[in-house]
C-alpha cells in the first residue's frame, strides 16, 4: 500500500478506541481505554505495520484514551512499547493540547505543520473532528456515520504537508481495528 511517488505524503487518521464511560464531562479527557480499546489499538497498529504505514511523525490528542491508543498503536506496530525494543527509526511524537475537541480546521492546522521530511503521518484524535476532517479531505470517502473508535482513514496527496487542503486528499483504505 505504500506509494513510490516520492511526492506523496501519506496520513493516516485514527480515531482513538474504545474508553471507559466517565462520570461527568470534567473528567472527560481523563478517561481511560477499556479493555476492548487497548485491544483494538494495538490491532490498528499491526494492521498499519503489515500495510507499510508506519509514521515518521506522530501528532496525538493529550487526553489519556489517545496517549494510551498510539501506545498499544505503537506496541503492535513493533510488538515492543513506543520507548523501546528494536534498534530502527522511531516516529516523532507531538502531544498536542490542541487536538482535544479541535473544529477540523484546527486538526488541519496541525497537519500543514508536519516535518517536510516525513513521508507518512499519523493524527490520533476525537469525533467529531476526526471523521469531519476526513470528509473535508474527501468529501465522497467517509460514510454519514464516520469513523468509529479505533478506526484508521488514510489519505493521499502529491503536495507537500503545508499545502493539503479541502478536497485535496483521497480517501485510500479505511480499516476498523475490530473488523
Known amino acids: ?17 474504545k474508553a471507559e464511560q466517565g462520570n461527568d464531562a470534567a473528567d472527560d479527557a481523563e478517561r481511560p481505554l477499556s ?10 497498529g499491526a494492521w498499519l505495520a ?17 496517549r494510551q491508543t498510539w501506545h498499544g498503536v ?23 493540547p490542541g487536538a482535544y475537541d479541535a ?17 507518512t503521518a499519523l493524527l490520533i484524535a476525537h469525533n467529531p473532528g476526526i471523521s469531519l476532517l476526513s470528509a473535508l479531505f474527501d468529501p465522497e470517502g467517509v460514510d454519514d456515520g464516520g469513523l468509529r473508535t479505533a478506526e484508521l482513514a488514510v489519505h493521499r ?7 493539503w487542503s479541502r478536497a485535496g486528499a483521497p480517501l485510500t483504505a ?4 475490530r473488523d
Open 157 to 163: 496527496c502529491p503536495v507537500g504537508w503545508s499545502q
Open 1 to 17: 500500500m505504500t506509494d513510490a511517488d516520492p511526492d506523496t505524503r501519506t496520513l493516516v487518521l485514527l480515531r482513538h478506541a
Open 50 to 66: 503489515h500495510h507499510g504505514l508506519l509514521p515518521d511523525v506522530v501528532i496525538c490528542s493529550t487526553a489519556r484514551r489517545t
Open 103 to 119: 473544529h477540523p480546521e484546527e486538526l488541519l492546522s496541525l497537519v500543514r505543520t508536519v516535518d517536510p521530511a516525513a513521508r
Open 74 to 96: 505503537a506496541m503492535g506496530m513493533t510488538g515492543t512499547p513506543p520507548e523501546g525494543g528494536p534498534t530502527g527509526p522511531r516516529p516523532t511524537v507531538r502531544y498536542e
Open 174 to 177: 479505511r480499516h476498523a481495528a
Open 35 to 44: 479493555a476492548r480499546g487497548a485491544a483494538d489499538a494495538a490491532a490498528a
